[in-house]
Structures are given as structure tokens and as C-alpha cells.
């Protein structure tokens, strides 16, 4: 098993920043290295479907949705088991929960293709 823990949450003014972390633990990094994972950060705001915000897979190369791009940055500490988003010039838009995820292998482009997730952090940004 995996569990993924999020932290980093809270309430910012428009233009603000705040780091989102999320550490991974469980019995499968016994038989798995976290190196090897395609880790993902998706966020679902009240009333809508959960989307993908950014993703970084074992190669260290990261995909971004459009709307973050060039204000989100995702990173991973493989020694830490954890995963980063760094987010900046934050708008009233990017409210939402933030949930991260994990899958070995090669990153997927649905969220069905994750196989385990987080509890989520919420993030508000106020204007």
C-alpha cells in the first residue's frame, strides 16, 4: 500500500504563493522505488470535476495544464519520498482542493490511470 499525505495548504491574497508538499510512505516502497512513480498533483474546485494541474514523472520531465503554466512549478525529492508545487502569482481561480497522486510507470494522461491518492489540501485565494 501507499499513502500519500498533502500539506502546504492554506488562504492567500490574489499574487500570492504558497508550496504544496506531499510525502509518500507505505509497505509497497519495500518492492517499489518512489524513483521509478509518475507523481501528479490534479485539484477540484466546488462544483466542478477534477482536473490536472501538473505531473513529473521518473525522468524528472513535468507536463503542466495551461492554466498553471508558468506559475506552478512541480518537483520531487526522491530521497524524501516527496513531492513539491511550488505556486505563484496565485488567482482567485486556482481555488480549490489539491490532491496528489501516484502511479509507477509512465505518467497518464486520466486520473483513472492513478492508483492511489491523497486526502487533498485546500488552497483559497482571495481577491
Known amino acids: 500500500q501507499v499513502q500519500l499525505v498533502e500539506s502546504g495548504g492554506g488562504s492567500v491574497q490574489t499574487g500570492g504563493s504558497l508550496r504544496l508538499s506531499c510525502v509518500a510512505s507505505?509497505?509497497?516502497?519495500?518492492?517499489?522505488?518512489?524513483?521509478?512513480?509518475?507523481m501528479g498533483w490534479w485539484r477540484q474546485a466546488p462544483g466542478k470535476e477534477r482536473e490536472g494541474v501538473a505531473s513529473i514523472d521518473s525522468y524528472s520531465t513535468t507536463t503542466y495544464s495551461d492554466s498553471v503554466k508558468g506559475r506552478f512549478t512541480v518537483s520531487r525529492d526522491n530521497d524524501e519520498k516527496t513531492l513539491y508545487l511550488q505556486m505563484n502569482s496565485l488567482k482567485p481561480e486556482d481555488t480549490a482542493m489539491y490532491y496528489c497522486?501516484?502511479?509507477?510507470?509512465?505518467?497518464?494522461?486520466?486520473?483513472?490511470?492513478?492508483?492511489?491518492w491523497g486526502q487533498g489540501t485546500q488552497v483559497t485565494v482571495s481577491s
Open positions: 507505505g509497505s509497497a516502497f519495500r518492492g517499489y522505488t518512489y524513483s521509478a512513480s509518475c
Open positions: 497522486a501516484l502511479v509507477w510507470g509512465s505518467c497518464p494522461r486520466e486520473e483513472g490511470g492513478f492508483g492511489y
